[in-house]
Each structure stands twice: as structure tokens, then as C-alpha cells.
């Protein structure tokens, strides 16, 4: 936190519901410090009925200068923005805002954030491989497109809605006609046990596991022993998708890698400044690897 917030702390958050989880505001709190800079992160929660008038209060904040955007609000944010990247446009979601002027921006680091911790958490690259993606809500989303450039020979998508996960598979289709891409809707049955028995990755990139009571989303007992599961739920850092993950053998690793990697991304966005990316981990304390 800064040590002395006043008139001209520039001002960051995060936009999500629920909040009670998020680690955001000491990673970036703690990144802030280490530069010297006054600034300082706070957990907005917002219900999804009062995103826009949150988004119309923020831009009457003169010292406001961007926020990240979190579950259920990374595809609702867009019309409430100005503008959006080119990444942003084709993924169809924001999780980081930018002010520029009176302008606010709307981007995606969420792709490259998932790809970096892949690779630092689990020695894993996309090029050639099978992935699976439970979820197609925004981090679904900014996770079948990330994946998919990357060089991932298939992506298959469950999600409770079939035509949610199918409208996804279309999308992706649209920028990777040289990817094989799927859409299932999320059940126990012959079509998911084939699809997680020859994955390569799987992604849980829903909000089961938030709740320490929630089930894992799929069963990675289906899984071949050589597959690697990625949570992005990072607290509670061990969910029951990972627990399931460990006890098939499984290389596997929670959200928090992507987290700093997505929040690195976002700060340098926001500051200008290239992110203290040790700092930014160390303030999280816990581990990523199951």
C-alpha cells in the first residue's frame, strides 16, 4: 500500500463479484512500493446490475488511471468502454482497462498471462498438443484463443451451454483455420471421457473452486498420466479440480502464476514502467505448483 496516500495517488482496482479472494491488491500494491511510485490498487466488488454505473463513476475520478475486470464482468465491461485492442476485439473480452485522457481502453493480458505460467509452472508448450477448456465465459475465451495461436493442434471447449461453447469453437475458428476446434456441452459422458483421455492440457477457466466446498468441474481421472491440469482459481490455492489432478499423478499448478503474469502485463500498461515481476510474486506468499 502507498505510505502516504493524497491528491495525486493515481488510482487502480479491480472489477469483479465476488471479491473476497482476490489477491490483486497486494501483488500490485506491493509492486507500486518496490518502484516508488504513488500509487495505489483496492478491490472494487460490483454486482453484475451495477457495472455501468461503476464504470461512469470511475471515469469522473480525475487520479483514475485503469483497472483490471474479473469474473462475471470481462465480456460485459466492452460496451461500457471507449475502445478496445485488436486481441480484445477478436477474444470478446477485457480483463485490463486504460486511461488514456477521457478515453478508457479495453485489453486482454490474460492469453499471454495463461502461456507464461504454462510454461514457467509446468514446462508446458502449446505447439502440436490437445488442450481442453472447461468454461467459455471470458477467461475461456482469452484461454482458446491464446492457445490456439500458440500452435495447439486441437481445442476442444465444454461448458454448460453447448451453444455458449459452440459460438466459442466459431470464433476461434475464425482467426485458426489450421486448428482443430470443438465445442461439448459439460457432462459425464462417452463424448468428454474421449475428449480428456487424449488431452495433452487441461484448463479449468471457470469460477468452480472459488468455494472450498465446490467439485471439480470434470473428472481428470479420465485423464492420460501424462496430461497437465491448470486451475486459474489460485485461492484457495489447492481446489478440488488440482487435488483430483494430483491424485491421477498429474503435472499441475493454480492461477497464481498467471495471475502475476497477467498483473505484470496490466501494470506496465497502467505505469509505463516494466513490472517488478519477483516482487509481484513474492507478495502472494503460496506456491503455484500443486
Known sequence: MAADIGGRTRLCGVL????????????HNAAFAALGLDWVYLPWPVGPDRLGEALRGLRALANFAGANVTVPHKEAVIPYLDELTEEARAVGAVNTIVRAGDRLTGHTTDGAGLLAALAEAADFRPEGACVVIVGAGGAGRSAAFALAAAGARQVAILNR??????????????????VEVLAYQLQSGSSTARILGGADLVVNATSVG??????????LALCGPGAVAYDMVYNPPESSFLRQARARGLRAANG??????????????????AAPVDVMRGALGAGETA
Open 16 to 27: 469483479g463479484h465476488p471479491l473476497e479472494h482476490t489477491l490483486s491488491p497486494r501483488m
Open 256 to 273: 497464481l502464476g498467471m495471475l502475476v503474469h497477467q498483473g505484470a502485463a496490466a501494470f506496465a500498461l497502467w505505469t509505463g514502467r
Open 161 to 178: 451451454s453447448e451453444a455458449r461453447a459452440q459460438a466459442l469453437a466459431d470464433d476461434v475458428r475464425g482467426v485458426a483455420d489450421d
Open 210 to 219: 472459488l468455494r472450498p466446498t465446490d467439485s471439480s468441474p470434470v473428472d
